[in-house]
């Protein structure tokens, strides 16, 4: 337990050789993407956007998937006059339908998955302009993200999320 506690002091003076010789303090924060990716304006547009495409995707496939039940209905209706072959005929078009609202489905999934990657990617990327400007102008030493870096307990003191959100929303209404 020594050695760790030791190796971390040591770690810190290298990467920070300035505190060792006092000459800086250290400012620390740490920022919550997910909440200000989840409540920034644009976050917000977003999830909207995409709340709005979710639902017609599943309209349209609502729609085919009660044109299959049709199908299956009329199959089973029709199933004992049909021939054999005209009742092979139907239940291989009923399969080849099920089959392509699978790959809709699946499809959309992905898509709308990529979307969603893509777009946030676009707003973390805002969202760190807006850090990177908190960081200098506050002259923090370092500013972390709350989820991966492991933060286990931090006073709300250091917490910039709201600072960074509010600076985030002003920049984009600026830049309209």
Known sequence: MRKIGLIFTLSLVLLFPNLAL??????????DLQKAL??????K?????????????????????EKL?????????????????ARTEKEKEYQKELRDIE??????????????????????DELRKSINKIGGEGNY???????RSGILYASDAVDLTD??????????????
């Open 38 to 43: 989840n409540t920034s304006d644009t976050g």
């Open 69 to 85: 039940k049709k199908l299956k209905d009329s199959i089973e209706r029709q199933g004992l006059i049909l021939s054999d072959k």
């Open 141 to 147: 030493t370092i500013i972390l993200e709350k989820t």
């Open 163 to 176: 600072k960074v959100i509010k600076a985030h929303n002003e920049q984009r209404k600026q830049s309209k």
């Open 22 to 31: 006092g000459a800086d303090t250290l400012k620390i924060g740490y920022v």
């Open 103 to 124: 790959r809709l489905y699946k499809d959309s999934q992905d898509e709308f998955k990529r979307e969603e990657i893509e777009i946030s990617q676009k707003i973390i």
């Open 45 to 65: 547009e977003a999830q909207k956007i995409l709340s709005e495409k979710a639902i017609k995707v599943q309209k349209s496939l609502e729609e085919k998937q």
